[in-house]
Nanobody, 124 residues
Framework: QVQLVESGGGLVQPGGSLRLSCAAS????????MGWFRQAPGKDREFVAA????????HYADSVKGRFTISRDNAKNTVYLQMNSLKPEDTAVYYC?????????????????WGQGTQVTVSS
């Protein structure tokens, strides 16, 4: 079945950087828009960033705009999230998701496949 596997999470100090990766298998990756979401304890899953199937369009949550960058490599079936200037409030489990629609969704509803998540902790 379709698999999305996130990696790259960890513990980082405030102001630091991390790059998350999400490797997809058993789907036509270049046909899917991809999104990153996050969920902190006791909170709903929230949108972080999304990228169109071609990589030509991106969209970010206001809370991460200017600090995070989403990108994809369709030859490697992988989507990335470069996170800079990390803040304690960025602490969460980060999930990637695949969406076969033509647009970019900013809500979890409608995404077809999800990864298992990777923990990001920003703390001194």
């Amino acid at each position: 079945q379709v698999q999305l596997v996130e990696s790259g999470g960890g513990l980082v100090q405030p102001g630091g950087s991390l790059r998350l990766s999400c490797a997809a298998s058993r789907l036509t990756f270049s046909s899917y828009a991809m999104g990153w979401f996050r969920q902190a304890p006791g909170k709903d899953r929230e949108f972080v960033a999304a990228i169109s199937w071609s990589g030509g369009r991106t969209h970010y949550a206001d809370s991460v705009k200017g600090r995070f960058t989403i990108s994809r490599d369709n030859a490697k079936n992988t989507v990335y999230l470069q996170m800079n200037s990390l803040k304690p409030e960025d602490t969460a489990v980060y999930y990637c998701a695949a969406d076969q629609s033509l647009g970019i969704r900013t809500t979890p509803l409608g995404y077809d496949y999800w990864g298992q998540g990777t923990q990001v902790t920003v703390s001194s």
